[in-house]
């Protein structure tokens, strides 16, 4: 995947994927709300910069789990301020953890409906779903055909 990197902290690197138009946001590491809330300032600054309105949220170097308590900051101001920035689409991939899995459900099943989020176990399927996602002539998105 052809990569333009634009930031890279030891806790999360964010990049341009330039060809489907999307950023790729690796997190690493443990994660507490602070480095989450930097992280996402700044991958909000880059959605804004690049005009891009999908997201690969790769947390598969993420070690830990998310505390339940996060949840309503997570539904109430993190994907509210990623969606005005312009993000239509998020393409989340699970922690490594075995139970990680569990808090991300939990708090993505109890998220208003934009921006439109979709979990994987895998980097591979979050990969094809954000390529198909959309369909409305965004970059990346392959035009959807109009049934008759």
Known sequence: MPYSLLLS??????????????????????????????????????LRATGCCKLLNDNTNV?????????????????????????????????????SWRSTEMTLALAAAQPTVMAFHDVPAAYAWLVAAGGDGAPGAPAVPAVP
């Open 63 to 99: 070690e830990g789990t998310w505390s339940l308590e996060n949840t309503s900051w997570v539904i109430g101001e993190l994907l509210p301020g990623l969606h005005a920035a312009g993000l239509r689409y998020m393409a989340w991939v699970y922690a490594a953890a075995s139970d």
């Open 9 to 46: 902290w030891p806790f999360v690197t964010i990049a341009h994927d330039v060809p489907r138009g999307w950023l790729y946001v690796d997190w690493q590491g443990p994660q507490t709300r602070d480095t989450v809330a930097r992280g996402t300032a700044q991958v909000q600054y880059f």
